[in-house]
């Protein structure tokens, strides 16, 4: 798919997935840009993703995903006094992620499954919020996240259960 607007707006999506025997994947691209509406309101998106699915045994599958967001924007927040833009205000972001999952089914009414996932993020940011005094900043996280969970079925309904963990 794919857009064109005004302010040199433009912005295309592109996936491609198949299935062939055991393996599946899906690999896709986003790009967004825009001048935008006003000074300094411009805006540019890129992001690419793989995904590969493997089934282990008849009721085991194993998946890794690839995940990579770069982004830079001007100032984008709308406020009421039109003049109050932050003309030399800009932000660049990179979000890198990867994850590993996994799902096992015990029998047709028990299920588990699991998810690990890294996840690394930059971001910059310049202002000049007063004439000659410049202000940089950046930080780098890096973020952990363990999820798994077992579902049975009942006839009437289901119990969920399962734990996590977060570290940043």
Known sequence: SAVVGGDETCGNDVVISGLHEKLSYSLGQFHY?????????????????????FRVAPMTNVQVEYRNLESEKGDLLMRFDPSDIRRDFFEENDVETLRLGARHSFSPRSHFIASLMRQSLEISQRDMPVPVVSTESRRDDESYIGEIQHVY????????SGAGYYES
């Open 33 to 53: 840009e825009s001048e935008g509406y006003r000074e300094n309101n411009s805006q540019q998106h890129d992001l690419y993703n793989a995904l590969v699915q």
């Open 153 to 160: 079925q009942f006839r009437f309904g289901s119990v969920t």
